[in-house]
């Protein structure tokens, strides 16, 4: 029975977190759309189902908050309270207590929150709907409103009118010789007594149907109101019968809940497939060339073709079961821009765009704080504060567009604000300011290589230091992430129009094309993502600039890193011999040049990483095993020659 209860727990928590992640969202889409009647419903439904479900579970503390907030909701949806920005900063904090009770039912942990001061404050806003302003004529019979709610949810969760506040209402109203409209209709001889208890039953039913906006069934009114069992009904609907030819098609479950381990595993087991068919594909190819004549290779070169194509499309098939949408991270966008907007005393509005695009879950994963980080820095540094937009002819709201598609084998996250945008030329004294430039040698770089200077750490452009930015470390984080997930960022501003940043992300981190090169009896992979081109160049056309081996490809001065150098390997063609080999590789706008020996052509590896790797050895992104067998270390350019190339 525990295991029982335990997944049912198991698949609250999953679908109340869920309801709660898109809450957050939802809200602030109707701060921006008041008279959304639709979502107002469609938020009443959700908070009414986590209310339902903890009630259920017997989890008290989730059914106090939800039910009061439920409550406050519903006079929302009346029009009995304006939906203002400080009546929305309560219910959303309410929203922030309840992550807070779940991660407590998550670790299971016993302990219980101290919600005094957020039920005042939501018992507080609940009260503003008042009463009537202008008190009705004395023939007509008054009604004392009482916050709705059923009964077993008052009594069960502690929230809305106790005991004594109920005896106190009804006293009033004997008072004022008030009496029920049922009650002097049994009085007339008009009804009976049953009859109006049935009428009040029904009535409960059907505002519980409002609430909830399920249309009681005739089976339940019957049962509530005594005219029949509940066994009876039940007994009934077990002998309801649809005509064959009227029956709808059953419907099939269209999803399953499947542990990430369990995918993680799958997708291991495809990696060492992918293996063993390049090795597979490695062997019938030499047969093919050494057993020419002989008629029973051809059969083996058709099956390894057919193996080959199943192999990719279980690959292609595997790697979508990791797919997941933008959206899981996008979503909390809105909420975490109303609020900082509010506490910065502006007016900034999140628009999305592409949610529906998707990545690895691995990659979903890290992307969190980098955006973050981007979003924050949007808001804060790039849109300006409403009076000064409006003394330049700009709207006093500003725009943060953040935005996901796909380009070729890659995904752009964009992040894009309509706000003052950065000013070069006041990086420019930044940068000599720090001593990390001189202006001689600003003047020789392209504006997009002075943008740069922004991700190096301890760099800031901010005048003043506050909680949101300004310490220079935000933007080195967001470098730092997106360079290990293999992706690369770079900055379009134009001063007084705005900026946007662009992150460039693969598709997925595990299975990659790789360009295989030889570095004397060395073999090393480099991902394909990162190359542009390979070269075949004469040692003479080699130049040393300041120290910098250099060559010139199309009028374009590109720098050169000996591979043989960076792992202290003897000296092979690249260092000796006339001709040699250049792979030259585009770090964001950068291009440099790496020296080989040999090119032994594309092939396509699956990245293992490496137990116990040493930090030592930088620009290592793990290692694969090749199609003759080998096991090759798979290099990571960008991180290899980071030093260089700030130099």
């Known amino acids: ?41 469609g938020i009443f439904r959700s908070v009414h189902t986590i209310k339902g479900a903890s009630g259920f579970l017997g989890f008290n503390q989730m059914v106090q908050l939800t039910h009061i907030t439920e409550s406050v909701l ?60 202008t008190a009705p004529p004395p023939q007509t019979i008054q009604q004392v409103e009482i916050p709705a709610a059923p009964a077993e949810d008052a009594a069960s969760s502690g929230s809305g009118p106790t005991i004594e506040e109920l005896d106190a ?29 049935d009428a009040l039953k029904i009535q409960n039913m059907i505002k519980e149907s409002v609430d909830t906006g399920e249309v009681p069934k005739v089976g339940d009114i019957l049962a509530a109101t005594d005219k029949v069992s509940k066994e009876e009904v039940k007994k009934a609907l077990s002998k309801q019968t649809t005509p064959e030819k ?18 993680d595993n799958v997708l291991n087991l495809v990696g060492e497939l992918v293996l063993a068919r390049n090795r597979l594909m490695k062997v019938v190819s030499n047969l093919e060339l050494k057993y020419t004549d002989n008629t029973d290779v051809a059969p083996l070169a058709e099956l390894t073709a057919f193996i080959n194509l199943i192999t990719t499309d279980l690959q292609l098939a595997v790697m979508k079961t990791r797919m997941q949408a ?65 003394k330049v002819g700009k709207p006093r709201g500003g725009t943060v567009l953040l935005s996901a598609y796909q380009e070729g084998n890659n995904i752009v996250l964009s992040i894009e604000d309509d706000g003052k945008g950065i000013d070069v030329e006041m990086l420019k004294e930044k940068i000599v300011e720090k001593g990390l430039s001189t ?49 690369t960022i770079t900055i379009e501003t134009e001063k007084g129009k705005g900026t946007k940043f662009l992150l460039r992300l693969p598709l997925t981190l ?12 060395e073999v090393f992979a480099v991902p394909l993502a990162s190359v542009v081109e390979t070269v075949r160049i004469d040692q003479s056309s080699i130049k040393t600039i300041r120290g910098q081996e250099t060559v010139i490809l199309r009028n374009e001065i590109v720098p050169v890193h000996r591979l043989a150098n960076k792992f ?17 590789i585009l770090v964001g706008e950068k291009k440099f040049g790496m020296m080989v020996d040999k090119l032994f052509g594309q092939e396509e590896v699956v990245i293992k990483s490496i137990e116990g790797f040493s930090n030592s050895s930088e620009g290592i992104a793990g290692a694969t095993i090749t199609g003759d067998g080998k096991v090759v270390l798979i290099l990571d350019p960008a991180v290899m020659f980071v030093g260089d190339l700030r130099t």
């Open 169 to 197: 209402l009804m006293e009033a109203q004997s008072d004022m010789l008030l009496k029920p409209v049922g009650e002097i209709l049994v009085e007339g001889g008009s009804v009976t007594t049953e009859e109006v208890d």
């Open 326 to 390: 933008v959206r899981k991270v996008f979503n909390k966008f809105p909420r975490m821009v109303r609020d900082l907007a509010r506490s910065m005393k502006k007016d900034v509005e999140l628009a999305l765009s592409g949610e529906d695009t998707e990545l690895d879950k691995s990659i979903i994963e890290e992307i969190g704080d980098p955006l973050v980080h981007l979003v924050r820095n949007s808001v804060d540094h790039g849109v300006e504060m409403p009076d000064d937009r409006a």
């Open 74 to 133: 519903k006079k929302i949806k009346d029009g009995d309270i304006p939906l203002t920005p400080g009546v929305m900063d309560v219910i959303l904090e309410s929203i922030d207590n309840v992550k807070v009770l779940l991660e407590h039912i998550k670790a299971k942990d016993g302990i219980e929150e101290d919600l005094t001061g957020i039920l005042a404050s939501l018992q507080q806003v609940y009260d503003q709907a008042g009463a009537p302003a």
């Open 568 to 584: 202290f390997l003897p000296m092979g063609q690249s260092n000796g011999g006339h001709k040699m080999y250049l792979v030259v």
């Open 246 to 263: 009227d029956k709808p098609p059953q419907q099939a479950e269209q999803t399953i809940r499947v542990d990430v381990e369990r995918l």
């Open 439 to 487: 202006p001689d040698e600003l003047e020789r770089l392209s504006t997009k290589e002075i943008l740069d200077f922004i991700f190096l750490p301890g760099f800031s452009t901010a005048k003043v230091v506050s909680d949101v930015s300004g310490r220079g470390v935000g933007m080195d984080v967001v470098k730092t992430n997106i360079m290990k997930l293999n992706g």
């Open 1 to 41: 029975m525990s295991d029982e209860m335990d997944e049912i727990i198991n698949d609250f928590l999953i679908e109340t977190t869920e309801i709660v992640e898109d809450l957050s969202q939802k809200f602030v889409e109707l701060e921006n759309d008041k008279d959304n009647q639709e979502l107002v419903n």
């Open 510 to 521: 595990a299975i990659i094309q790789a360009l295989m090169v030889g570095v004397g009896t």
